[in-house]
């Protein structure tokens, strides 16, 4: 187990000690809840840019900011001690697609600020919340080609990922995170990428923050993308010495739970974070996922009596509903236990 002294966050470590801490929810789901037009995403701003801009959800903490704090202060009313920041795609090369990638460091910065403004507005002496600066997997991958004819080829390389995450992080930390989360990993050399560009950020500002990190199983194979087991994926990325080692997205919690067994069993010294998708997707559904709050929250609490979580939360297709029965449902459940 490695320790470290964190320069913000300082409670994170006795908190998860204590109970089982909370995450919060999908952002994409409830901003396409929004039915945000066009002219509307693009704000004054950016009324003249040249190509659509409808779905970057990243632009809307420079264009619609009331959005954005609005969902995060609903998730915090449901009960998450964590929120993450609305910077999935707030690099560079995932900006690249709308043009925008000169943007990227203004909207990690902005981003943080409003996730800092709403968890201090909610924060009390006896129950902290705290901001979790995201960084996404970007749309390239390091590890496979984008060409089936070409199984060499990519289409980005270790060191144009290591600079975007760079800036990610340093926008992310100077807007007031007080944890970085690298998440939905299906490729672990992007994963490494990001984390080397963490540890440059912690050196470059003189502060260390907690590290979580969160991989996403594909299928039934049990593999990340990049063709990783589980227990694979978590020794190859434990020299970061993450807080938390979890798993979130693609699947939901029911078939997830063998994974998340695996990931606990090769990580024994860290603590364990999960969030699911909320079930399968369904297209008729409001959400666009199968699972009610309540089989979700079911689904988390026999995660936590099997002694698996640290952290619960949600990912696609959950809401400040599903929020809010997970932490009515883990309440007083011990949490899992290092070591």
Not at 92 to 113: H, P, T
Not at 257 to 284: E, K, W
Request: aromatic residues 6%; contains cysteine.
């Amino acid at each position: 187990m490695w320790t470290h002294v964190y320069t913000r966050a300082a409670q994170l470590p006795e908190i998860l000690e204590r109970r089982i801490v909370i995450l919060d929810g999908a952002m994409g789901t409830m901003i396409q809840r929004q039915k945000i037009e066009e002219a509307r995403w693009r704000g004054v701003r950016f009324a003249d840019w040249p190509g659509d801009v409808a779905g970057n959800n990243e632009l809307l903490s420079l264009t619609c900011p009331e959005v954005i704090a609005a969902i995060h202060e609903q998730y915090l009313e449901a009960g998450a001690d964590l929120i993450e920041t609305n910077t999935f795609g707030a690099t560079s090369i995932a900006q690249a697609d709308y043009g925008m990638e000169a943007l990227a460091g203004e909207m990690n910065v902005a981003s943080a600020r409003l996730a800092r403004v709403a968890c201090d507005r909610f924060a009390t002496a006896d129950r902290p919340r705290f901001v979790v600066g995201t960084l996404g997997p970007t749309p390239r991958t390091a590890s496979i080609s984008p060409d089936v004819n070409d199984p060499g080829a990519r289409n980005v390389d270790f060191e144009q990922l290591r600079a975007a995450y760079l800036e990610q992080a340093l926008g992310l930390v100077e807007g007031g995170a007080d944890i970085l989360m690298v998440e939905t990993i299906f490729d672990t050399l992007n994963a490494k990428a990001a984390l080397f560009a963490i540890e440059e950020c912690f050196d470059a500002t003189g502060e260390r923050l907690p590290v979580m990190i969160s991989g996403t199983v594909t299928d039934a194979s049990g593999r990340i993308l990049s063709g990783q087991t589980v227990a694979a994926f978590a020794i190859s990325v434990r020299h970061a010495a993450p807080i938390s080692l979890g798993l979130n997205c693609a699947l939901g919690a029911a078939l997830m739970r063998p994974y998340v067994q695996d990931l606990a069993a090769a990580a024994p010294g860290t603590f364990i974070s999960c969030h699911p998708n909320a079930g399968l997707p369904n297209p008729m559904s409001e959400t666009g996922f199968d699972e009610t709050p309540e089989v979700t929250a079911r689904l988390l609490r026999e995660f936590a009596q099997a002694g698996l979580v640290n952290i619960v939360g949600g990912c696609c297709g959950t809401t400040p509903a599903h929020i809010a029965a997970v932490a009515q449902a883990v309440d007083g459940v011990p949490p899992r236990k290092r070591t």
